[in-house]
């Protein structure tokens, strides 16, 4: 329970005393202290909201348009943001266009919606290409902060070699709320290192904080877990897939997501299909074979699932891409689209962390003579054409259009109830969306400007 956002949402309308009760009473469902300790603390709460809404009657100003958000009004879950649908693409788009702003240089960044992002060096004369990505915890694994860890560097350390770089390097950044246990903390960071070993690239920095300090009660677990990699080559982004090109995948059998979807579904024993690292190894396989520096594009299977991934990597390219239903399917580890299957979500929609690659037909046998070494399945599913939209093939040879849902396939029952349908002012939110982060651009720019003349 965030206390502060219960005041700030209240203060206006309440009278200071009927607050400050009532927020104590919700603070004793969550601590085990008196009455009286408990009206101190809702109390003085209270005074530190109110001391910063003095803000509004300051003559500065300047500081008075910084600190104000320029509000969308449009609220998180009603864009589907974290949902991997339409709403979050587009969101961030805008967060893009903010970081594209700075006009700093790099070779790839957010604006070609990879999940990693890549800068060129000099190290002895040489150029050497650093690819850096970070990943959040799923949220539904709060509980379950040791899957939660393993399957968010998995998830980092894909977003890495899919840019064609080597992993060197993890980072792990822990958030327990206030009223968390600490051995969640050991639990998560016993999860990283997990993958850490398994994968032989160590943990080499992070932090840990509590979610909200003071101000969220609780025991809500989040958290991050970044990594780095190096390369001799450039970034194998997905703005190189190419007319003539063959896609593969390799076998899928879910991270983060599928994992939630196990244990809010029952299905606890595909949990255990998840627990490997065959995307870092296929990737590995690939480093060995030296084929990266020949591969046009590399993309895991996440983000809204298939759907999404062929979406943006048509949207960014401008390249058609035909996809054979048929196939995809036999790269689904059998318990998981079982499941799936069972559930009625679609496999095309969800993460399945597969490895997908785009290349030229010569090197097609190398790749699979390379992945098959460990063992890691890998199959031809499509191929890159000049139509400019993603199309799949289905089995009874019909095509349809692959096109992101607003969120991606609902795959607990929570999410079956909000839905994955568009909104029908899906438009006006995003002109609202928009208009909130060109006023964050300007407030960029006024500020800097600001501290330069300064």
């Known amino acids: 329970m965030d206390i ?46 109110q001391t910063t809404l003095k803000l509004r009657q300051s003559d500065d100003e300047f500081l008075k348009e910084i600190a104000t958000v320029n509000k969308a009004d449009v609220l998180m879950g009603e864009m589907g943001v974290g949902s991997r649908g339409a709403g979050d693409f587009f969101v961030h788009r805008k967060i893009a266009e903010i970081v594209s702003s700075t006009n700093t240089a790099s070779l790839v960044n957010p604006s070609e919606q990879d999940d990693g992002g890549v800068v060129k060096a000099k190290a002895n004369n040489d150029e050497v290409y650093i690819t850096t990505a970070v990943d959040g915890i799923h949220s539904r694994l709060s509980e379950y902060p040791f899957l939660g860890g393993f399957h968010v560097t998995r998830a980092t350390l894909r977003d890495v070699c899919v840019m064609g770089a080597d992993p060197v390097a993890i980072l792990s950044d822990v958030h327990l709320a206030d009223d968390g246990d600490v051995a969640k903390i050991f639990d998560f960071t016993a999860g990283v290192a997990a993958v850490s070993e398994l994968v032989d690239v160590p943990i080499v920095a992070g932090s840990t904080l509590r979610v909200g300090g003071d101000m969220v009660l609780g025991d809500r677990f989040v958290s991050a877990v970044g990594s780095v990699g190096v390369s001799n080559y450039p970034p194998t982004a997905r703005k190189g897939a190419t007319e003539g090109d063959i896609i593969l995948l390799t076998e899928g059998s879910g991270g983060g997501t599928i994992t939630t979807t196990a244990l809010y579904n029952g299905f606890f024993d595909v949990v255990w299909d998840t627990m490997n690292v065959n995307f870092v190894q296929a990737s590995h396989a690939l480093f060995e074979a030296d ?44 318990n998981v ?22 290349a030229p037909p010569e090197i097609v046998g190398d790749i699979k ?17 000049n139509s400019g939209e993603p199309i799949l093939i289905k089995e009874d040879s019909s ?53 330069r003349a300064n």
Request: proline fraction near 2%; hydrophobic fraction near 40%.
């Open 4 to 49: 502060e956002g219960f005041v700030r949402a209240r203060i206006d309308e309440m009278d200071y005393d009927d607050l400050a009760d009532i927020l104590a009473v919700r603070i004793r469902e969550y601590k085990k202290i008196s009455e009286e300790n408990s009206v101190e603390m809702a109390k003085a709460v209270i005074d530190e909201v």
């Open 291 to 334: 084929l990266v520096k020949d591969i046009h594009a590399m993309t895991d299977v996440t983000n809204g699932g298939l759907r999404g991934d062929a979406h943006e990597i048509s949207n960014t390219t401008g390249v058609g891409l035909e996809f054979y239903e048929k196939e995809i399917r036999q790269m689904v580890a059998p």
């Open 337 to 358: 689209l079982n499941m799936l299957e069972t559930l009625n979500i679609d496999p095309l929609g969800v993460s399945t962390d597969s490895l997908m690659l785009i």
């Open 369 to 385: 003579k390379a992945v098959a070494k460990y063992d890691v399945a890998i199959s031809e599913i499509g191929e890159v054409n």
């Open 399 to 451: 095509e349809e259009k692959l096109v992101p849902l607003f969120r991606e396939a609902a795959y607990t029952k929570i999410k079956k109830l909000v839905g994955e349908t568009t909104p029908e002012d899906f438009e006006e939110m995003k002109e609202k969306v928009q208009r909130a982060s060109d006023a964050a651009i300007a407030k960029k720019e006024k500020v800097i400007k600001h501290i």
